[in-house]
C-alpha cells in the first residue's frame, strides 16, 4: 500500500514534499505518521489545499452598490 504525504516537512537531510508518495515499507512512516494518509483513504479534514471552485461559491456577497444621489441645481 501506498502512504501520500499530506504537509511538507524537512526529515534529515530529506524534504519530502506535500502529495509524495511513500511505500509502506518506508522508515519515515514510522517516524511521522501523522503526516501520511493511505491512498485509499480520503484526508483528514483541513488537510487539504481548498479548491477554488468552492471558495468562489461559498462567500458572502459584497456589499450594495452606493447609487449615487441626484445633483440638485
Do not use: W
Not at 38 to 48: M, S
Not at 56 to 69: F, I, L, V
Amino acid at each position: 500500500m501506498q502512504y501520500r504525504c499530506i504537509n511538507a516537512f524537512a526529515y534529515g537531510d530529506r524534504v519530502v514534499a506535500g502529495g509524495t508518495l511513500v511505500d509502506e515499507g518506508d522508515p519515515i512512516l514510522e517516524s511521522h505518521p501523522a503526516l501520511f494518509v493511505a491512498v485509499a483513504e480520503p484526508a483528514a479534514p483541513g488537510t487539504e489545499t481548498a479548491d477554488t471552485v468552492v471558495l468562489r461559491t461559498s462567500r458572502r456577497p459584497g456589499r450594495p452598490k452606493k447609487t449615487p444621489e441626484p445633483e440638485e441645481s
